[in-house]
């Protein structure tokens, strides 16, 4: 990959300086957020938090007491599924009963989804890709520091971040080749979110042999059965519930292109529309491995093409494009500031639903424009063996930010102005 902006003050630091830089930095992020929370929330009223923070705080922590019966659930020895109301997989649901122990505030579960955060940032930097680790350091980076990232863990605190870890961990393992442990953790990941599946496909190509394919499809299958296997044999049905949900009768909700069709702007659709958006996902399989690209190119591509027709987009999904994406648009240009952008509207067209179709409307065609857009700029990536460094300053990264930031916020700005107007 060429491109990569040089800061020359970051790249004199060794490893583990460079190392120490993304934890402080990420630690230094979500401890401002979490203090503008705390003041937002203790100063401001209920009524004046959206208008406040451009919409940034409202559906705050709208999951917490979901997480918390659930946890309650299994601290007082019931069951998943039979005994509380149970629509994801089950190991998401023992990691958010630590938090609940921790005390159940908002705040502890803050700090348990900033802290996975941190740890993705990490294991982004840890990704085996460069000799001189410079282009996993500015990629990590990135990817902390796009809004969406703390967002979704300080103001919105939904447990995305502890699903996109374990969605990242079996990349980690493919991009080492050790193929065994990759499916090992895509069969863990499956049973946090069920979306490391889209890794599925890429796995097996990445083995040659036949014979080995299976043994890698046997550890992901077996896996995950024998963690839902208790689980069905005490309620079949309440188990199938989450599955039916995500893979046979999807449900249409979140923020995507095809929820707001449907729904916000009311026009009906035949329900073999929903079977037949994965054409476009199958095609993009067969596009990636015709070319023959790497699996994190791969990866990056075909979840952008993902969030833009599955049926059941939220906006903090895009967690899991915003990850892969940031090894790709590492130079202070036009690709930075789209994937900045990226991450912030797919915030605000959440943001918008509930208070203007047209507006909403203009958000998701932004959206759209700019994943086609990061889809192009991904493709044409030229893969060399060591990340090409061009020469840089620090003051020319930190201005894009700076600019795209005020940019989007008075665009905002101008929106609210409009839809009070209309």
């Known amino acids: 990959m060429n491109g990569v902006i040089n800061l020359p003050f ?29 003041f937002m929330t203790h100063i401001f009223n209920k009524e004046t938090l959206s208008g406040v923070t451009f919409g940034l705080m409202t559906d705050r922590a709208p999951d917490i007491e979901v997480y918390e019966a659930r946890s309650k659930t299994i601290l007082e020895g019931g069951v998943l599924y039979r005994d509380v109301y149970t629509e994801n997989p089950p190991l998401i649901q023992y990691l958010l009963v630590l938090p609940y122990v921790a005390g159940g505030s908002i705040f502890a579960y803050q700090i348990y989804f900033s802290a996975f955060n941190i740890l993705s940032a990490i294991l982004i930097y840890k990704f085996p890709l460069t000799e001189d680790k410079k282009l996993e350091f500015y990629a990590s980076l990135l990817f902390i520091t796009n809004p969406l990232t703390p967002i979704v863990a300080v103001l919105k605190v ?98 995507g292109l095809y929820t707001i069709i449907v729904h916000d702007a009311d026009i009906s659709l035949p329900d073999i529309t929903k079977r037949l958006l994965i054409i476009p996902i199958v095609l993009t399989y067969g596009f990636v491995f015709k070319r023959n690209y790497d699996p994190l190119k791969s990866i990056a591509i075909i979840i952008i093409v993902f969030l833009m027709v599955y049926t059941k987009v939220h906006f903090e999904y895009y967690l899991y494009a915003i990850a892969p994406i940031s090894f790709y648009v590492v130079e202070p240009s036009i690709k930075i500031a789209s994937y900045y952008v990226y991450g912030l509207i797919a915030l605000r067209t959440h943001e918008w639903r509930h208070d203007s179709l047209p507006l909403v409307l203009v958000h998701v065609i932004i959206l759209v424009l700019i994943s086609i857009f990061l889809i192009i700029t991904i493709i044409n990536t030229k893969e060399e063996k060591e990340a090409e460094i061009d020469t840089g300053k620090m003051v020319e990264f930190y201005r894009y930010i700076v600019l795209i930031l005020v940019a989007f916020f008075m665009s905002q700005w101008v929106f609210v102005r409009l839809c009070d107007y209309y």
């Open 10 to 38: 970051f790249s004199q630091f060794k490893r583990n300086r460079q190392l120490e830089l993304i934890i402080f930095v990420s630690v230094i992020i979500h401890a401002i957020l979490l203090l503008f929370d705390l």
């Open 158 to 255: 939904t447990d995305e971040p502890v699903c996109v870890f374990f969605f990242l961990l079996p990349i980690y393992f493919l991009l080492k080749h050790r193929l065994r442990l990759a499916s090992l953790f895509l069969a863990i990941g499956f049973l946090v979110k069920f979306f490391p599946i889209l890794l599925l496909p890429i796995l097996l190509k990445e083995e040659k042999k036949w014979l080995e394919r299976l043994i890698l499809l046997g550890i992901t299958s077996v896996t995950i059965v024998l963690i839902y296997l208790p689980f069905y044999l005490i309620a079949p049905d309440e188990v199938m519930h989450p599955i039916r949900r995500y893979f046979i009768n999807q449900k249409v909700e979140g923020s």
